[in-house]
């Protein structure tokens, strides 16, 4: 907690009360970077050839970025105008909470889920409303129905849910939008999508087709498609409610070399789904592993894995850091562990095995507890 007083201007009592920003730890050159779910493999040399030719920096880019509009409205099948594109996927949420709430509105979402959450909700100077998970790490929609109120202008529903990694079926959410006020605005971030291997999973592009017009897809070409550098993202929905979004946003900053990027990206789709299914396959192999040694891994859907550490989880998240382990603990809650390169795996699987030996057996994070 910051004390505003410290500060030397007038600040929002809100703003400053709020945690400063801290990134994932950056990795040393010898230890493996697992703390903020990025792409472990390099860029696609097609990607990296449009970055080197694109020249133009002296001029603005397009601010409604065209051209990446209208690749995705023809690979979506959708017209131009259900298509909207943000610096990250962040911004538009930043935009939408934006867009619907004023002070004593509500936005309700998961916990634990993306750390974003809360403080979009803040800075938009609405009121967060933390509706907790299932012990599987799952989303409690019933739980959240019933925290909706007629002061709730948003839910966020995340899937798979970053840190914990479960989805939510497409039957679990059908039947949830069917509950809501038809004037609820419905945000689903899937800015894991492409790593989904549940065929039961929610798939957001398909409410392109349903008669869902308060839903809301975010996309990002930061995870799977490894740009997460470069900064673009996107949202599906209804043009009137993205025109909402688009009235909120800081014009021009998509930069034409994220959409570049972008657009040779989606050429390169084929070679970068092969990466994804690698990816995938890898985390399939830690997770099975980790419970193996005895952790209680929930449903991992997403590039991570989440050991449900709890009150351990800042000292364990350390005993993977002296082994060069860069690793992303959340106090009091659990850790996140990006699947990275596959020489990391097996670094992972040895440190995970030794320190779960050291936690009691009724402890939440252990098998044993559960008998699961
Ligand atoms: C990473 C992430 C995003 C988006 O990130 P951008 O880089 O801003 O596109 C959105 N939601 C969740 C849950 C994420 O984990």
Avoid at 135 to 148: C, E, F, I, S, T
């Amino acid at each position: 907690m910051t004390d505003a007083s410290d500060i030397p201007v007038r600040v929002r009592a809100e703003i400053a009360a709020l945690p400063p920003y801290r990134q994932g730890r950056q990795a040393g050159a010898d230890a493996y970077k697992l703390s903020s779910n990025e792409n472990p493999f390099d860029p696609l040399p097609g990607v990296v050839e449009v970055l080197r030719e694109s020249v133009g920096v002296n001029r603005y880019p397009d601010a409604a970025a065209t051209l990446l509009r209208q690749r995705l409205a023809a690979r979506y099948d959708v017209d131009v105008s259900r298509v909207h594109i943000g610096a990250g996927s962040v911004s538009i949420l930043a935009q939408l909470v934006q867009a619907v709430s004023t002070p004593g509105d509500e936005v309700v979402y998961a916990w634990r889920s993306f750390e974003a959450y809360p403080w979009l909700t803040v800075l938009a100077g609405a009121t967060g409303v933390q509706v907790p998970l299932t012990r599987d790490a799952r989303h409690d929609l019933d739980a959240m129905a019933a925290a909706v109120t007629d002061r709730t202008r948003a839910v966020i529903v995340c899937s798979p849910n970053n840190p914990t990694g479960p989805v939510v079926s497409q039957a679990e959410f059908d039947a949830f939008v069917a509950r809501m006020p038809a004037d609820l605005l419905i945000i689903l971030d899937e800015a894991y999508a492409e790593f989904v291997t549940d065929p039961d999973a929610v798939d957001g592009t398909r409410i392109l087709a349903a008669e869902q017009p308060n839903v809301v897809v975010l996309r990002t070409f930061s995870k799977a498609f490894g740009l997460a550098g470069l900064r673009v993202g996107y949202a599906l929905g209804h043009p009137r409610v993205l025109d909402a979004a688009r009235s909120t946003a800081i014009p021009l900053s998509v930069t034409g070399q994220s959409e570049v990027a972008a657009i040779a990206s989606l050429q390169l789709e084929d070679e970068l789904r092969e990466r994804v299914g690698v990816i995938a396959e890898r985390r399939d192999r830690l997770a099975a592993a980790l419970r193996e040694t005895g952790w209680r891994v929930p449903q991992a859907q997403g590039n991570f894995v989440w050991l449900p550490a709890g009150e351990a989880s800042m000292t364990i998240a350390t005993a993977f850091e002296d082994a060069g382990l860069i690793v992303r603990p959340f106090d009091g809650d659990g850790i996140r562990i990006s699947v990275g390169e596959e020489e990391s795996v097996e670094k992972v699987l040895h440190v995970a095995a030794s320190v779960v030996r050291d936690l009691p057996p009724e402890h939440p994070g252990v098998r044993a507890s559960v008998g699961t």
